[in-house]
């Protein structure tokens, strides 16, 4: 059985060849459990671990937002690859040789035209670095950065460049390179103008080339060198750049993000370069807009912690506090630098040196608490004694309140009460801050669901998980049914013969079907080869569920037939009710004589029924 046109021995080689936890293991930390290895879920926020990889099995499983599938889902589904996409991608991994055309037209195209412009940023970037560092016109370009400290060494490990005044520079060298315009227009390396031609989307700046995660520059962000407006100027979206998805120098760091399951994020560009000079080479930074879920999950499918290096000023700090509750959602563990004087990491650099920057700064961040509290002093004048009994106050309600661990509140109310204990001693706060909680609970137990950092919290202090859905006795035994058929071909013809594709279920039914045509194959019991076949998103979810969480123990020819005379019963008892609500109907419209008909029908499915 193919998959589209692509081969089946490559299918099968790229299974065998890639271990799933090896593959899974680059994207998520695992650890061992039980049987199977678990980790907090990539693909949507979470605090405590519900993916689920079993090593022996070759599937995945999250039990918090329901992903599952093989090894080749994954790499779809954590790449945003078609099938095909993925399993090229894994076959040249594993230099496996393949030939086949696994795109239409259509999709060929394309993928010709992203091709084309992604030609067209590298060469714009090679262009723009070439400029500045041989050309007269570029020289002040040049000066300008090696006065803000930037190395030539590290101008050319950025690659950064300078786009000259001028309204066609690139678009008059793109041209002579027989790049299509139309498509360089598309990536928004240049605009079409009204009169015919093209003129550049970048001018008189200092150029950042962005990459994506392989390397490969997708767009582009310009710094002006005097006081115009934007100081920072990042191309358009395209069918290639998408900011919230994009963390600047990713690629690079990549390497000792995995090393070290750390990333240090910036706010701009140059902190990160001059981080990297640092020797911080774990550094990403934003696109110059907020921090988005979708750059949130991309740290930590990548990093078990984050720290938040951002400006001294108010504005930067502010920007930490907006992004710090985002990324402790998504189950990152974050710790905050704190700059001292108001200065950015670039000038702490040039100050101090990249030894006090990387131990006092990087190394001596703060956890979220005591970077809250921190934070929301600025907000009080502490040389007021009113003022203060305020803050001691907000401290309590806003930080302290909330933290969930006992150890970590009692440590906060500590320092607070030993450096306000003019204002309010340690019991008289401690009393206050379990006022305070009592009320979020009593708000709990009423349903006022408002405050997030509450919910899903029991007495103990532990996370409460939801009630298990009861599922139906013919949807259970269909399910044990369709994990013993994924492992035994005998089992799985005694059920096409006894019930085909007759499952109550739809999505059962389509999982039997794609299991009869997998076996008529010859292949063997194989979850993660079979699962490969069914390329449907819904069916792989499914069916990973159900080999994650049923279990044939027990399992014997007569359970089995139990099973399928369950299966029968309910398919009968939906045929009685179908008849019930038939018969009301004839006998409504006045036709006694087909009611009676139809109720006799119904006593011989019921006698048949009593029978089973």
Same mark, same amino acid.
């Given at each position: 059985?193919?998959?589209?046109?692509?081969?089946?021995?490559?299918?099968?080689?790229?299974?065998? +060849?890639?271990?799933?936890?090896?593959?899974?293991?680059?994207?998520?930390?695992?650890?061992?459990?039980?049987?199977?290895?678990?980790?907090?879920?990539?693909?949507?926020?979470?605090?405590?671990?519900?993916?689920?990889?079993?090593?022996?099995?070759?599937?995945?499983?999250?039990?918090?937002?329901?992903?599952?599938?093989?090894?080749?889902?994954?790499?779809?589904?954590?790449?945003?690859?078609?099938?095909?996409?993925?399993?090229?991608?894994?076959?040249?991994?594993?230099?496996?040789?393949?030939? &086949?055309?696994? !795109?239409?037209?259509?999709?060929?195209?394309?993928?010709?035209?992203?091709?084309?412009?992604?030609?067209?940023?590298?060469?714009?970037?090679?262009?723009?670095?070439?400029?500045?560092?041989?050309?007269?016109?570029?020289?002040?370009?040049?000066?300008?950065?090696?006065? =803000?400290?930037?190395?030539?060494?590290?101008?050319?490990?950025?690659?950064?460049?300078?786009?000259?005044?001028?309204?066609?520079?690139?678009?008059?060298?793109?041209?002579?390179?027989?790049?299509?315009?139309?498509?360089?227009?598309?990536?928004?390396?240049?605009?079409?103008?009204?009169?015919?031609?093209?003129?550049?989307?970048?001018?008189?700046?200092?150029?950042?080339?962005?990459?994506?995660? /392989?390397?490969?520059?997708?767009?582009?962000?310009?710094?002006?060198?005097?006081?115009?407006?934007?100081?920072?100027?990042? $191309?358009?979206?395209?069918?290639?750049?998408?900011?919230?998805?994009?963390?600047?120098?990713?690629?690079?760091?990549?390497?000792?993000?995995? =090393?070290?399951?750390?990333?240090?994020?910036?706010?701009?560009?140059?902190?990160?370069?001059?981080? &990297?000079?640092?020797?911080?080479?774990?550094?990403?930074?934003?696109?110059?807009?907020?921090?988005?879920?979708?750059?949130?999950?991309?740290?930590?499918?990548?990093?078990?912690?984050?720290?938040?290096?951002?400006?001294?000023?108010?504005?930067?700090?502010?920007?930490?506090?907006?992004?710090?509750?985002?990324?402790?959602?998504?189950?990152?563990?974050? /710790?905050?630098?704190?700059?001292?004087?108001?200065?950015?990491?670039?000038?702490?650099?040039?100050?101090?040196?990249?030894?006090?920057?990387?131990?006092?700064?990087?190394?001596?961040?703060?956890?979220?608490?005591?970077?809250?509290?921190?934070?929301?002093?600025?907000?009080?004048?502490?040389?007021?004694?009113?003022?203060?009994?305020?803050?001691?106050?907000?401290?309590?309600?806003?930080?302290?309140?909330?933290?969930?661990?006992?150890?970590?509140?009692?440590?906060?109310?500590?320092?607070?009460?030993?450096?306000?204990?003019?204002?309010?001693?340690?019991?008289?706060?401690?009393?206050?801050?379990?006022?305070?909680?009592?009320?979020?609970?009593?708000?709990?137990?009423?349903?006022?669901?408002?405050?997030?950092? &509450?919910?899903?919290?029991?007495?103990?202090?532990?996370?409460?998980?939801?009630?298990?859905?009861?599922?139906?006795?013919?949807?259970? %035994?269909? !399910? +044990?049914?369709?994990?013993?058929?994924?492992?035994?071909?005998?089992?799985?013809?005694?059920?096409?013969? =006894?019930?085909?594709?007759?499952?109550?279920?739809?999505?059962?039914?389509?999982?039997?079907?794609?299991?009869?045509?997998?076996?008529?194959?010859?292949?063997?019991?194989?979850? $993660?080869?079979?699962? %490969?076949?069914?390329?449907?998103?819904?069916?792989?979810?499914?069916?990973?569920?159900?080999?994650?969480?049923?279990?044939?123990?027990?399992?014997?020819?007569?359970?089995?037939?139990?099973?399928?005379?369950?299966?029968? /019963?309910?398919?009968?008892?939906?045929?009685?009710?179908?008849?019930?609500?038939?018969?009301?109907?004839?006998?409504?419209?006045?036709?006694?004589?087909?009611?009676?008909?139809?109720?006799?029908?119904?006593?011989?499915?019921?006698?048949?029924?009593?029978?089973?």
């Amino acid at each position: 059985m193919s998959s589209g046109l692509i081969p089946d021995d490559i299918i099968e080689a790229v299974l065998k +060849h890639h271990d799933i936890v090896d593959v899974i293991g680059k994207y998520v930390h695992l650890s061992k459990h039980g049987r199977n290895m678990k980790g907090l879920c990539p693909f949507h926020s979470e605090k405590s671990p519900s993916f689920n990889v079993n090593p022996e099995k070759q599937i995945y499983k999250c039990f918090g937002c329901g992903v599952g599938g093989h090894v080749i889902r994954f790499i779809q589904e954590i790449e945003g690859y078609t099938f095909g996409e993925a399993v090229r991608h894994l076959a040249e991994e594993a230099n496996i040789a393949f030939e &086949w055309e696994q !795109r239409t037209p259509e999709q060929a195209e394309r993928q010709q035209e992203k091709e084309q412009i992604i030609k067209g940023h590298e060469f714009a970037a090679k262009l723009y670095h070439y400029f500045m560092g041989n050309t007269a016109e570029g020289k002040h370009a040049l000066d300008y950065l090696r006065s =803000r400290g930037f190395t030539d060494s590290l101008i050319d490990t950025f690659q950064i460049g300078y786009a000259p005044a001028r309204w066609d520079f690139l678009a008059s060298y793109l041209e002579k390179r027989e790049f299509p315009m139309p498509l360089m227009e598309k990536g928004a390396l240049v605009a079409a103008k009204s009169s015919g031609g093209y003129v550049d989307k970048f001018r008189d700046r200092i150029m950042f080339p962005i990459r994506d995660a /392989k390397g490969q520059v997708i767009a582009f962000a310009g710094r002006t060198m005097g006081n115009e407006q934007p100081k920072y100027l990042n $191309s358009p979206e395209t069918a290639l750049f998408r900011k919230s998805k994009v963390l600047y120098n990713f690629h690079a760091a990549r390497a000792e993000i995995k =090393r070290t399951s750390r990333i240090v994020l910036f706010e701009g560009y140059a902190d990160v370069i001059k981080a &990297w000079s640092a020797g911080v080479h774990n550094a990403v930074g934003g696109m110059g807009t907020a921090l988005t879920e979708d750059h949130a999950l991309l740290m930590r499918r990548n990093a078990e912690q984050v720290v938040l290096c951002y400006d001294g000023d108010d504005a930067g700090q502010s920007a930490a506090f907006k992004n710090l509750g985002m990324l402790l959602k998504a189950g990152l563990d974050v /710790k905050i630098a704190m700059l001292p004087n108001r200065l950015d990491p670039d000038d702490y650099i040039e100050k101090y040196g990249p030894d006090r920057f990387r131990t006092e700064i990087v190394e001596g961040a703060v956890p979220p608490e005591k970077f809250k509290l921190l934070h929301l002093r600025r907000n009080f004048n502490l040389q007021d004694n009113e003022a203060k009994l305020r803050y001691v106050r907000t401290a309590i309600r806003e930080v302290i309140a909330t933290i969930e661990s006992p150890t970590g509140r009692e440590h906060y109310l500590k320092e607070l009460a030993s450096e306000f204990s003019a204002i309010s001693s340690f019991e008289s706060m401690k009393q206050e801050m379990h006022e305070i909680r009592e009320q979020h609970q009593k708000k709990q137990r009423y349903g006022d669901n408002n405050d997030i950092s &509450w919910n899903n919290v029991r007495n103990d202090g532990t996370d409460s998980a939801p009630l298990p859905k009861l599922r139906p006795a013919y949807d259970k %035994a269909e !399910r +044990h049914l369709l994990y013993v058929m994924m492992h035994d071909r005998d089992v799985a013809e005694l059920v096409q013969q =006894r019930l085909g594709e007759t499952f109550n279920e739809e999505a059962h039914a389509a999982l039997a079907a794609y299991l009869y045509a997998y076996y008529a194959q010859g292949f063997e019991p194989d979850a $993660s080869r079979y699962m %490969a076949t069914l390329q449907d998103d819904r069916l792989e979810r499914l069916a990973s569920s159900i080999l994650m969480t049923e279990s044939d123990q027990g399992i014997n020819p007569q359970v089995l037939e139990d099973y399928m005379r369950q299966i029968d /019963k309910h398919r009968q008892q939906q045929a009685i009710e179908r008849l019930e609500e038939e018969r009301i109907r004839v006998e409504k419209s006045g036709d006694a004589i087909g009611a009676a008909r139809i109720a006799i029908e119904i006593i011989a499915l019921k006698n048949q029924l009593k029978a089973m």
